[in-house]
């Protein structure tokens, strides 16, 4: 079946620190992939997402890149801020068949201390 | 435009109660999702409705069951409440079930059902 390895945490970084997490994937297929975030006491907010291999998403100084020969979507930031401080969720959403549902990693809690 | 709206935000219920959740899409989005995000067991897929239907469902006892009307909102229900069903409770739309369709899911607040 699907599943989403994600790089356990909790991570905590001084600000302007550069950002990684971690992301592996087991999947048939071309999945899409996504990154979700959630901030405290709200729902899951899509930061940004990747349909085929090589594919760059991006949003708000966040990145990742599907990579189909390591089936990773890592999470990169550059300069993190203590606003960026929120769990971040990577799922995955199989390409056809009746399973179009999302399936999610653990989540990585991020602390940004100033 | 409006998001995916959730109501109630909190429910508290006793064991063995029923819960009613609700949800309302994104105008225009015919696929709703719901998931359970249990303390420390991350977000779990519950069930999947499309144009009315139930289209998947995860693995959940049949106590966990819903209904998409006709307006494409949504309902989850739970019966026989047990403690572990506390948990913040999410409702996802969707434009469209078909591949070509995009995969992106909305999400809306959650509800948090308590469970004493």
């Known amino acids: 079946g699907n599943s989403v390895t994600q790089m356990e945490g909790p991570v905590t970084l001084s600000e302007e620190a550069f950002l990684t997490i971690n992301c592996t994937y087991t999947?048939?297929?071309?999945?899409?992939l996504f990154w979700y975030v959630q901030y405290p006491g709200e729902g899951l907010q899509l930061l940004l997402k990747?349909?085929?291999?090589?594919d760059k998403g991006s949003n708000k100084g966040f990145e990742a890149t599907y990579r189909k020969e390591t089936t990773s979507f890592h999470l990169e930031k550059g300069s993190v801020q203590v606003s960026d401080s929120a769990v971040y969720f990577c799922a995955l959403m199989p390409f056809g068949g009746s399973a179009r549902q999302l399936t999610f990693g653990s989540g990585t809690q991020l602390t940004v201390l100033p | 435009e409006a998001g995916v709206t959730q109501s109630p935000t909190h429910l508290i219920k006793t064991r063995g109660q029923q819960a009613t959740l609700r949800c309302s899409p994104i105008?225009?989005?015919?696929?709703v999702y719901w998931y359970q995000q249990a303390l420390g067991l991350g977000l779990q897929f519950l069930l999947w409705?499309?144009?009315?239907?139930?289209?998947n469902r995860g693995n959940f006892p049949p106590r966990f069951s819903g209904r998409q009307f006709p307006n494409y909102s949504s309902e989850l229900n739970v019966n026989a409440l047990e403690l572990e069903d506390s948990a913040l409770y999410l409702c996802a739309s969707r434009l469209g079930r078909g591949p070509e369709m995009s995969n992106e899911q909305f999400f809306g607040p959650g509800t948090r059902l308590t469970v004493l």
């Open positions: 990747a349909t085929k291999a090589d």
């Open positions: 409705y499309d144009e009315g239907e139930e289209r």
């Open positions: 999947a048939t297929g071309y999945p899409s």
């Open positions: 105008s225009g989005h015919t696929s």
